[in-house]
């Protein structure tokens, strides 16, 4: 398995940006693909973004489209979450995975970073 650390969150004004990272080890990061999920209080956990091993696919959820940006640097085992015109509603904890391809199965997670988005 990987064992994943995001970093990057924080305190944001609406219409600001924010960029989270996810830092890989323990296993070959470039076989993995890499998703960002979010939290938010008393809700589900959902799907934000994926990128594949090689970077040629990725995907987002509706309500991010056009906002963020996923990518990766497979040299730096690390995997990036670029957020731009944040609302509110984007509030929540953040969580990098890494599975076997971008519509999972994700068998590890990070712990989270925290994104607060104020109005």
Same mark, same amino acid.
């Given at each position: 398995? #990987?064992? /994943?650390? *995001?970093?990057?969150?924080? /305190?944001?004004? %609406?219409?600001?940006?924010?960029? /989270?990272?996810?830092? %890989?080890?323990? &296993? =070959?990061?470039?076989?993995?693909?890499?998703?960002?999920?979010?939290?938010?209080?008393?809700? *589900?956990?959902k799907f934000v973004a994926a990128i594949s091993w090689s970077a040629s696919t990725t995907s987002y959820a509706n309500s991010v489209k056009g906002r963020f940006t996923i990518s990766r640097d497979n040299a730096k085992n690390t #995997?990036?979450?670029?957020?731009? &015109? /944040?609302?509110? *509603?984007?509030? %929540? #904890?953040?969580?990098?995975?890494?599975?076997? =391809?971008?519509?999972?199965?994700?068998?590890?997670?990070?712990?989270?970073?925290?994104? =607060?988005? &104020?109005?």
């Open positions: 398995q #990987v064992q /994943l650390v *995001e970093s990057g969150g924080g /305190l944001v004004q %609406a219409g600001g940006s924010l960029r /989270l990272s996810c830092a %890989a080890s323990g &296993s =070959t990061f470039s076989k993995y693909a890499m998703g960002w999920f979010r939290q938010a209080p008393g809700k *589900e956990r #995997v990036y979450l670029q957020m731009n &015109s /944040l609302k509110p *509603e984007d509030t %929540a #904890v953040y969580y990098c995975a890494a599975g076997k =391809t971008t519509v999972g199965p994700y068998d590890s997670w990070g712990q989270g970073t925290q994104v =607060t988005v &104020s109005s």
